[in-house]
């Protein structure tokens, strides 16, 4: 089987590291970066990972879409807050035939992504991984890093395993990613947000890592409520979800090393939040199945606040 | 009529500013303090106030409920978080047929005054006041002060216009503090919540004064949905509060200067928050009712880790 080229949209701590790691393995991946642009032309990629450090002192860099070819696979590794640039970049760079790779977290993405490329396969990777950028093209892979892949089709309908996915597994495998295959991309993107939505909103609306929130009895409850309230969320979308998830849940976070969620480092930052692929779109699709999520909603709504003051202060300070 | 004698159990920013007002008005008033008992015992209190200042050279002051004279009305002026100390403070103050006032914001304290002096008059003011303690027996009276009246019986059925309200209301109105007459304690409990549960509870989790609140479109929706949920309460407990009195919260609250709550006063001062007073027993009261209020919840949920978090870290501290 012939391998794919990449392009990676968005070399961050979660494009940087897997493209490096699909170039490490032999393939043909290219490099869109912004600020990092300059070190990275000249010096290339450091990764520095539980698995093994590593550097590549050459990569296909670019700053501009319109300067890269067309690639097999176009990887959207950008923050959800960066979609609106996905109508001037992808057009250019997918092939009639190709596919674009989501490795973005939340709901509703592949859905924009297809009104913008229509006859192209999409093909999502729900990715756990723990991942910092910790320097200009200095990647510091700190756990995890498995990704499970869904294909979309129409109204989220389940494709089961399909050769584009399969391909693309293959060749993550081979650079050495845990790879899983999902037949429903739908109930998998639900699932993830029994995680996500819940140990995301709480840690930075309360200023807590995740051992906090779950030694504390009060938020220990408020967990478990708003899970179940996912639960329901995908149940909306005629998902079902075991309770028996929601109790390995919170399990495995109880296990975990204290853990800063991805949208607390990004509040801390002063970074724009993911909460309308996190919460908004789930909130929406569940609303037009008729179901209302009361406490998503208040998390949701507290989360627009501080999303929106950061925002304002940056730009004050800008 | 012969005028009533007071004792003032917490001689704060609230009880310190109504027990001076009555004193300067000719009553005879005793006051319980705590860290200011050295001060006052031997300087008296000072009150600034929009309405005019005033000083007390020599005031009735006690450190010790023991060495205090029974008095006809028994104020508790004290924050809710501090009623574990009711059962040693209120047996040895009150007279047989003599009442006791409480000034403390949320719900059933009533209920638990009751038990402790089964055979008294229990009566309750709902105070709108704006005022601050700035130093030692010095109360710095900002805005409002009026204090709605209605007494307790039990099972908060209603008793309409008393004779013991009417003879405080006589009281409070000469000594120039604005009184009405509430026919029915719980609907006028529950008709205060309105405000207290919404802004107070998002004002400390939000880190926001009530202007931001109300500016932001995403907390102005929140806002109102906790609102109606608190009327929701009211309703489980027979008591209809009326939709329009939502409106004329949200119209009042956007016309304010901008506030910061008490409760975020506290949280800023590292002082225990009136959680369980202003949230939880209302939850209950309505769960008890069968009715769930799971915004609400949420906010009373994220509260307690807040304010469980402060008092393990002042006592890391002390």
Known sequence: MSKFSYSILGTGALGGFYGAKLQKAGLNVHFLLKSDYEYVAKSGLIVESKDGDFTLPQVNAYNDVKKMPQSDVVVIALKTTQNHLLPQMLPPLVKDDGVVLVLQNGLGVEEEVAKIVPNVSIISGLCFLCSNKVGAGHICHLDYGQITLGEYASDYNPTGITDNMQHIANDFANAGISIELAEDLLLGRWKKLVWNITYNGLSVILNARTDEL?????????????????????????????????????????????????????????????????????????????????????????????????????????
Chains 1, 2 share one sequence.
């Open 214 to 318: 779950m030694s504390y009895v009060h938020t220990r409850k408020l967990v478990e409520q708003l899970m179940y309230e996912v639960v329901a969320g995908s149940k909306s979308c005629g998902r079902i979800i075991p309770d028996s998830f929601v109790q390995t849940m919170l399990d495995y976070t109880v296990k975990m090393k204290p853990y800063r969620t991805s949208m607390k480092i990004d509040y801390d930052e002063r970074r724009p939040l993911e909460v309308e692929a996190i919460f908004g779109n789930p909130l929406r699709k569940a609303q037009a199945a008729g179901v209302y999520l009361p406490q998503i909603s208040c998390v949701y709504q507290q989360l627009k606040f501080l999303d929106e003051k950061i925002r304002v202060r940056t730009q004050e300070n800008a």
